[in-house]
């Protein structure tokens, strides 16, 4: 069974719009959440993290990403894009026990 | 801090030879992974280790890959013989204790072309 979700294997959004990267996960437990980003060539980076703290995480470079345990989503955003954030992003859940899940990545294009 | 370590950076083979990767994690992390990355199948967790112990391999592809980490500051992954389909990017990160709430720093990979 999947784990993670990410809705969208691609979005295009134009310089200074928001950004919205959505992920869904699948869990019986309380699971830890995160977003890595991967820019060309590069290994992945961590955005930010989810680990049953505050629901609102706020991460580098301006991302935040909310954790809606009822929707059992966390989406990424960002309310203004930067050239610099085209890259692909991976939505990550870990499970008690050492299971981790990564998303299939959703790749940011931004438009000038 | 240096980072996790990753050689080669590019390696190009034939098919049938063997090839080694190498990785040096975070001075004072206990735990190491390897991924494996293509355009097909994503990013794919191949085996993990805890304190130097392999935890879960469930990942890894064949009896042709095995990976080793004889301390906490080395480990190899290997395939033997190597084929065109292992043709990827393989990445090993390293996280501090391997608990579900820890952050995993990756390497810059090694780019893996087997002819």
């Known amino acids: 069974a999947q784990s993670v979700t990410q809705l969208d294997s691609h979005v295009s959004v134009s310089e200074g719009t928001p950004v919205l990267l959505r992920c869904n996960y699948s869990?019986?437990?309380?699971?830890?959440l995160f977003w890595y980003v991967q820019h060309p060539n590069k290994g992945l980076q961590l955005l930010l993290k989810?680990?049953?703290?505050?629901?609102l995480v706020k991460g580098i470079n301006g991302f935040e990403a909310e954790f809606k345990k009822s929707e059992t989503s966390f989406h990424l955003t960002k309310p203004s894009a930067h050239m610099s954030d085209a890259a692909e992003y991976f939505c990550?859940?870990?499970?008690?026990?050492?299971?981790?899940?990564f998303g299939t990545g959703t790749s940011l294009t931004v438009i000038p | 801090d240096a980072g996790v370590i990753q050689s080669p950076r590019h390696e190009v083979t034939e098919m049938g030879q063997e090839v080694t990767l190498r990785c040096k994690p975070i001075?004072?992390?206990?735990?190491l992974f390897w991924y494996r990355q293509t355009m097909m199948r994503g990013l794919e967790l191949l085996i993990y280790?805890?304190?130097?112990?392999?935890?879960?391999d469930s990942g890894m592809p064949e009896d042709r890959f095995s990976a080793k980490m004889p301390n906490a500051s080395f480990s190899t992954l290997k395939i033997q013989p190597s084929e065109p389909r292992d043709s990827a990017v393989y990445f090993c990160?390293?996280?501090?204790?391997?608990?579900?709430?820890?952050?995993?720093?990756f390497g810059p990979g090694t780019r893996l072309t087997v002819l």
């Open positions: 990550v859940v870990t499970l008690d026990g050492n299971q981790f899940y």
């Open positions: 869990s019986s437990y309380s699971p830890s």
């Open positions: 280790f805890n304190n130097n112990v392999p935890i879960d």
């Open positions: 990160a390293s996280s501090l204790a391997g608990l579900s709430t820890d952050t995993q720093y």
């Open positions: 989810y680990t049953s703290a505050a629901t």
């Open positions: 001075s004072g992390h206990n735990s």
